[in-house]
């Protein structure tokens, strides 16, 4: 049984387009993360939110916004897709704000031409 | 906030020997570090983690050391097999824990055979 799921796994869109990625965990944790690995590797937060409170972090464009609709599922709303955005996104969640026992979803790897 | 260097980025060893990888964090105030194993397409895993209160940790083949005074840690692997081979990173979660994980650049291992 899958512990936290990402659709779709391959995105490939053109620049200027507006897409969306969507995240769904049922472990009951309450903090749920979005992360940018790019091309050499490097896993960088962009994300946090729990029970409402989100934490963006500050080099993050606001093109790309959260959105939870209920604590299992946070997606990702990207506008105005650049040829920078190309990486995969990685979907996690844990349980409190501690980031501990953190468990990360697939990936969706974004290709922006 | 939390830089976590890592190093090295690149490691070979023989088949049956040990790897040790290290990292080293500014922010005295960080509490966590867990260290993750990602294989080539997949999600990144937790595989050991140590908290701020304790020295060491050790989980079979695997073991986690942590210097709070020196602000470094460093994962061990002993008799190392082929399925050792992947991506290694360390993170630390920043005091307060509300800013996730942040991670190391790194560590390609590679298991000769």
């Known amino acids: 049984d899958t512990a936290v799921s990402q659709t779709p796994k391959y995105l490939v869109t053109q620049m200027g387009n507006d897409k969306s990625i969507k995240c769904e965990q049922n472990?009951?944790?309450?903090?749920m993360y979005w992360y940018k690995q790019d091309s050499k590797k490097f896993l960088k937060i962009m994300f946090s939110?729990?029970?409402?409170?989100?934490?963006i972090n500050e080099t993050v464009p606001n093109r790309f916004s959260p959105k939870s609709p209920d604590k299992a599922h946070l997606n990702l709303h990207i506008n105005s897709l650049e040829l920078g955005d190309s990486a995969v996104y990685f979907c996690?969640?844990?349980?409190?704000?501690?980031?501990?026992?953190?468990?990360f979803g697939p990936g969706t790897r974004l290709t922006v031409t | 906030g939390e830089n976590v260097e890592q190093h090295p980025s690149t490691l070979s060893v023989q088949e049956g020997d040990s790897a040790v990888i290290k990292c080293t964090y500014s922010?005295?105030?960080?509490?966590?570090f867990p260290w993750y194993k990602q294989e080539l397409g997949k999600r990144p895993q937790l595989i050991i983690d140590?908290?701020?209160?304790?020295g060491e940790k050790k989980d079979q083949r695997i073991a986690v050391t942590l210097n709070k005074t020196a602000k470094h840690f460093s994962l061990h692997i002993t008799e190392t097999q082929p399925e050792d081979s992947a991506v290694y990173f360390c993170?630390?979660?920043?005091?307060?824990?509300?800013?996730?994980?942040?991670f190391g650049k790194g560590t390609h291992l590679i298991i000769q055979p």
């Open positions: 996690a969640s844990s349980q409190g704000l501690a980031g501990t026992y953190a468990y």
């Open positions: 472990l009951g944790h309450d903090t």
């Open positions: 939110y729990n029970n409402k409170e989100l934490i």
């Open positions: 922010d005295s105030a960080s509490n966590y």
């Open positions: 140590i908290r701020s209160n304790v």
């Open positions: 993170a630390a979660v920043p005091g307060g824990g509300a800013d996730g994980l942040t």
